[in-house]
C-alpha cells in the first residue's frame, strides 16, 4: 500500500468529489451526458465514478430517466454534521463556566470511526499544555474514553474495544468493565494519571432523550485539581452541569 506523505493528495478522490460537487451546484437531476459535459472525464472512468458513488449511497440514480442526484447518504453526512455543530453551539458556554471553575482545559469529544476524538478545547490559560488537543483520538483508560465505553452501542465502538484492549494487561480488564457499569450508574468517569505522570482527568457523559451519547466533557489538569470521586465538591458541580447540558437534549434520569 501507498503511504500518502503529509501535504499530498489522492487524485482519484479529488476527481470523484469533483463529479458530486458538480451534480450538488446544479441543485437538480443530471444526466450522464451532462455530467460528462461538466466534468470532461472519459465515458468509461466517469461510469466507474458513478456507479461506484451509487453503490455507496452517496449518488442516486432515478431507474426511469437514468438521471443522478445526491444520495441518502450524503444527506445522513449533513444532518449529523448539522446535529454536531448544534452540539458544539449549544454546549460551548457550560465548556467556558466549568474552565472558570477548575482552572483547567476542558474538552468535548465526538465519536469518529478511529475512537473518541477532541473537537473542541477551552482553556484560557494557554501557556499549559496537557497535550490534548483538536483531532487527538483519546485512549480507552482516559476519562472520556471509559465514557464512551461504557455509553456507545457496543456494535459501533467493538473495533476500537479490541484495538485498545491490546494495550491493557488482561489482569486490568475485568477492573475495566466493573467501573463501566459504575460509570453507566454515576454518569460520571475519572482517570488518574493514565497516560502523563501528574495529568489526570474527569467526564461527563452528553446524553439526548433516548439517552444516545452524543459526546463526553472532560476537565484535564494536574492531578491535584481534578477530583477522582463523585463524592468531590467539584465532581458534584460537574454532576450538575451534566444534567443541565442533557437535559437541553431532552434527556431525564
Known amino acids: 500500500m501507498e503511504v500518502i506523505k503529509k ?16 451534480i450538488a451546484k446544479h441543485g437538480r437531476p443530471l444526466k ?40 441518502s447518504k450524503l444527506i445522513e ?22 474552565n472558570e471553575i477548575f482552572s483547567s482545559t476542558v474538552l ?7 475512537g473518541p476524538m477532541i ?10 499544555n496537557i497535550g490534548a488537543q483538536i483531532g487527538t483520538i483519546l485512549p480507552i483508560r482516559s476519562a ?14 467493538r473495533e476500537w474495544k479490541e484495538k485498545e484492549y491490546t494495550q ?14 459504575i460509570i453507566r450508574e454515576k454518569e460520571i468517569a475519572f482517570a488518574r494519571e493514565p497516560l502523563v505522570p501528574s495529568v489526570s ?12 451519547l452524543l459526546g463526553s466533557v472532560t476537565v484535564v489538569g494536574f492531578s491535584e485539581s481534578i477530583p477522582q470521586d463523585e463524592n468531590n465538591e467539584l465532581s458534584q458541580f460537574l454532576l450538575s452541569i451534566s444534567k443541565e447540558i442533557s437535559s437541553s437534549f431532552g434527556y431525564k434520569k
Open 77 to 98: 453526512y449533513g444532518m449529523a454534521a448539522a446535529d454536531q455543530e448544534n452540539v458544539i453551539d449549544r454546549i460551548s458556554p457550560y465548556l467556558h463556566e466549568i
Open 108 to 114: 468535548f469529544s465526538s465519536w469518529t470511526h478511529s
Open 144 to 157: 472520556s474514553g471509559k465514557v464512551f465505553m461504557a455509553f456507545m452501542e457496543e456494535e459501533m465502538i
Open 7 to 22: 501535504g499530498t493528495t489522492i487524485q482519484s478522490l479529488e476527481v470523484g468529489m469533483g463529479i458530486v460537487d458538480s
Open 119 to 128: 473537537i473542541k478545547d477551552y482553556n484560557k490559560n494557554r501557556g499549559i
Open 201 to 212: 482527568s474527569v467526564s461527563i457523559p452528553v446524553l439526548n432523550y433516548d439517552r444516545k
Open 168 to 181: 491493557i494487561p488482561p489482569e486490568k480488564l475485568s477492573q475495566l468493565e466493573a467501573e463501566c457499569g
Open 32 to 71: 450522464f451526458s451532462e455530467i460528462q459535459e461538466l466534468t470532461q472525464i472519459t465515458k468509461s472512468n466517469l461510469y466507474k465514478y458513478l456507479n461506484t458513488f451509487t453503490q455507496l449511497g452517496l449518488l442516486f440514480r432515478y431507474k426511469d430517466t437514468g438521471e443522478y442526484v445526491l444520495g
